[in-house]
Structure formats: C-alpha cells, structure tokens
C-alpha cells in the first residue's frame, strides 16, 4: 500500500518505519527541514532502541521515503496518517492547528480516493473539524479514521510491531477494509483489533492515559502515606499488585509523572470536560496530585541539605522523564532542576540519552557530564531522578568517595537504605520508612 505521514516525530518516524517494515511504500513528511535532512542520512532526531535498524533498512530498500513536501506524501497514496503534535493551548486544551492545517493540504492535493487516518491524539469531535478541513478542498472521495496511538516511548518499536490491541474508529465499511489490512501484519498472534465509533476511538485514548495517570497519582500518594505510618510502599505494591483486579503494572511510585502525554493529555481532557460541563473530579484531582509529587525531590534533598540548599552542589542522575527515551518534555528533573537553581544551588547531571536535549533546553544552566561518576565530584548530594538500568547497582565506594557529603535521594527506590544507611550514607527515598526498611533488610 502506499502510505503517507506528516509529522515524523516520536509518533510518526515510528508509524512510518514500522509500516515500511512490513512491505508498504510509505513517504514521511515534517516541516522541519533538518530532522529530513538527518534523516535522509539515517540520523534519527529521537532515541528509540531498534528503530535506527529499520530506518536504515526501509530506507536502503527504497520503502521508506523522507520529505518536506507534503504533496509526496498524499499523491496517488491510499491512507495518510496525520501525526503532528497537538500541544496544550494556554488554557490547557490541545491546540488544533498543526493538525488542522495538515489536513487542509491533504484536501487540496489528494487525488485519489484516501483515507486520512488521524494519529495524533485529539479530543472528541476532532474527526468532524478534520473532515471539514478536508472537504473545503477535495477533489476526490475521501474517509476521516481515528486511530489513537498507545506506543509507549522507550519500547515504541516493539509497541508498534507487536500492540496489545489496535483501536480504530471508522464511519466507512472501505476505511474499515483499508485500515484491517494495513494493521493486519500487526495482530497475528491473535491481539485484537477493536474498531468503533469514531468518537469512541478518540475519547479510548484520553480515558487510557487519564487512568494511568490515575493510576500513578494514587501510587505516589500511598508512598507519601506510608513514610508517614511507618510502612514501605514497595511491599505495599507488591500486595495490591497480585490482586488479579488491580494487576502489577503501573504501581511503582516516583517524582510524579511527565513526558509528552500523560499532563497534557490530562490537561486537555479536563478541559474538554469543563466545555461540555461534566467534571472529571478523580482526573482533576490526579492532575494536583502530580503537581505536587513533582516538588517531593527537592523537598528531600533540601530536608537531607539541612534546608540549606544555597551554594550547595547537587548531582543528578537521569534527566528523560523515563528509561530508554530522550524526551524531556515535562520532565521531573527539569522541575527540580528549576527549584534547585532558584534556590542558589549548582546542579550537575548525567543522563545516558538525554544529555544533548538537556543541553538544547538548559543551555549552560547546569554541568552535563558524560560519565555518571563524574557528575558526583565535589556534589552535596546525588539525586536519582530516573531509573535507566545503569544506576540501579552503582559502585557505592566510589560515589561515597566522589560525593563531598555522602547524601542519595533515591527518587525510584532502587536502593537498599537500610544497607546504605549502615555504611555512612544519609539515604531518602520514596514510601519507604526507615522503619520499615530496617525490618524488611
Ligand atoms: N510521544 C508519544 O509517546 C505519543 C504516544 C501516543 C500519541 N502521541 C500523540 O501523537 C502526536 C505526535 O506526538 P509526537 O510525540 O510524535 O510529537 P513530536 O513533537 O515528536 O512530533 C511532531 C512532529 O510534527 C511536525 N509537524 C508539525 N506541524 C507539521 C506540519 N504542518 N506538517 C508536517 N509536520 C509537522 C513537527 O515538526 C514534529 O516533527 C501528539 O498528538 C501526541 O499526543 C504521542
């Protein structure tokens, strides 16, 4: 099949690749002229494990194709997927107009029948604003899908080849036919694809990650719960967790959640539920909760400074919002970041994937350092901000000899406090009391 996909960030280089993979023709499109000019090149703008495979291969047997010009993109192609960001508008609603636009100009240029699948994920009754923007211009009979997107960054790959379920919305018997065959390599093993109503397949995305989210915010709340009560919230977890009704994914709590989905999708969802004025009351209150999960990190490592944090030097480990991606959109790290600058401290951190995109948002502000040990020289305290594999068993003679006061403030609880406790260090994490730790050592 001949496929288009405007917008090639995290989502659409993703689509575009795993599609190419399995035998379609497809064109990737952006407006950004360096990220296709890299691409071209097999330099991929983002960090995601097992796509810079793909790309290369797609793109050298001639399936997989980059551009800056749209037209490629729709002329002649079966279904075009529209990927472009949706970001918050200022009062929090998701900004329409990347994805809008786009859809004008495959309006203009389709000529032949198409189905404009929107991947971006957008608030109900996008479809109908998708389908006027096109029909202002076509020329061609055309069909309008939703079909949200559930990678999820770090196993976007694997997400993609191998999904839990595909959920499509579709109002056509041929957009319905197009898009099973298109998905069809996807779901052999028998994973469903579930189609629906278009507003259906809009709203699954926003009510999945409004859950999750959900989900998180509780967790960290029992955390802050249990420090106080004397318990340890990892074997709390571990408890609920085995409920076959409550399940162990999504239960480990942390410095509140970022990246480029969970807040604003929250964000957006509420909104749309103040328009329509049926209020979201657990999401809402899911959303305050992580506002001020993200303030925990500096609340402890200021406790662990004495309260003192000017002029001190912190160490942080981890910058992405999470393992095995890049992506520092909304980030815990930037925050305590923000709050440990303001507070007059200097701030040196290492991340094993981030460090240029910290170094494209943060400038100078604070020490980027390519090796993790590094960045503990002459530090007050380390912070661990996010759990990649490589932090979880660190040589602790070395950081105990590297860090000028011997401070961890384990945001992910990958440590054992009780042991570290024993061997001078002053140790803080998240949940879990000192009570608790001692007994379960
Ligand atoms: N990142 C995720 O994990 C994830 C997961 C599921 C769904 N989504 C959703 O997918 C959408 C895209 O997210 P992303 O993370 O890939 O965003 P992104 O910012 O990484 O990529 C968006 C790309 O669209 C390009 N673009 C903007 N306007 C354009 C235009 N008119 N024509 C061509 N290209 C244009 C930008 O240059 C950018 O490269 C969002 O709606 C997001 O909510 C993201």
Same mark, same amino acid.
């Given at each position: 099949m001949k496929v288009g996909v405007v917008? /090639?960030?995290?989502v659409g280089l993703v689509v575009g690749a795993c599609l190419a993979e399995t035998g379609n023709d497809v064109t990737c499109v952006d407006v950004d002229q360096k990220k296709i000019d890299g691409l071209k090149k097999n330099i991929l703008p983002i960090f995601e494990p097992g796509l810079q495979d793909i790309v290369e291969r797609t793109q050298r047997e001639g399936r997989l194709v980059f551009s800056t010009d749209i037209v490629k993109a729709v002329v002649d192609t079966q279904v075009v997927f529209i990927a472009v960001g949706t970001p918050p508008d200022e009062d929090g609603s998701a900004d329409l107009g990347h994805v809008l636009a786009v859809a004008e100009q495959i309006g203009k240029h389709a000529n032949t029948e198409i189905v404009v699948v929107t991947k971006s994920t957008v608030p109900v009754g996008t479809a109908h604003k998708v389908w006027n923007a096109i029909d202002k211009h076509a020329k061609v009979p055309f069909h309008v899908c939703s079909n949200p997107e559930f990678l999820k960054e770090g196993a976007a790959v694997d997400?993609? &080849?191998?999904?839990? @379920?595909?959920?499509?919305? /579709? $109002? /056509? !018997?041929? $957009?319905?036919? !197009?898009?099973?065959?298109?998905? =069809?390599?996807f779901v052999r093993t028998g994973k469903p694809i579930i189609y629906m109503d278009i507003a259906s397949a809009e709203l699954t995305k926003y009510a999945a990650n409004a859950m999750l989210a959900t989900r998180i915010s509780f967790m960290n709340e029992i955390a802050n719960f249990c420090e106080r009560v004397g318990a340890d919230v990892d074997l709390v977890r571990k408890g609920i967790g085995s409920d076959a009704r409550i399940g162990p994914s999504?239960?480990?709590?942390?410095?509140?959640?970022?990246? $480029?989905?969970?807040?604003?999708d929250v964000q957006a969802l509420l909104r749309t539920a103040d328009q329509i004025g049926i209020p979201l009351h657990l999401v809402a209150a899911a959303e305050q909760a992580n506002n001020r999960q993200k303030q925990i990190l500096f609340q402890k490592v200021s406790a662990a400074l004495g309260g003192n944090v000017s002029g001190a030097r912190v160490a942080l480990w981890g910058l992405a919002f999470k393992p095995n991606t890049d992506d520092m959109r909304e980030a815990p790290a930037l925050t305590l970041i923000d709050q440990l600058l303001d507070a007059g401290a200097t701030v040196a951190a290492h991340d094993p994937? =981030? =460090?240029?995109? =910290?170094?494209? @948002? &943060?400038?100078d502000k604070v020490t980027l350092v390519d090796n993790m040990y590094e960045a503990l020289t002459g530090a007050d305290a380390l912070v661990v901000v996010t759990d990649w594999n490589a932090y979880r068993n660190p040589d602790f003679a070395r950081l105990k000899q590297a860090l000028k006061r011997a401070i961890i403030v384990d945001g992910r609880n990958l440590y054992n406090g009780a042991r570290l406790r024993e061997s001078g260090f002053i140790y803080d994490c998240i949940g879990r009391s000192r009570e608790a730790e001692r007994v379960r050592q």
């Open positions: 917008g /090639t960030g995290y997400d993609f &080849l191998k999904p839990d @379920r595909v959920v499509i919305g /579709t $109002s /056509t !018997v041929f $957009s319905r036919q !197009v898009m099973g065959e298109l998905y =069809a390599p999504f239960l480990f709590p942390g410095p509140g959640y970022g990246g $480029s989905c969970f807040p604003k994937a =981030a =460090a240029e995109e =910290a170094r494209r @948002r &943060l400038g």
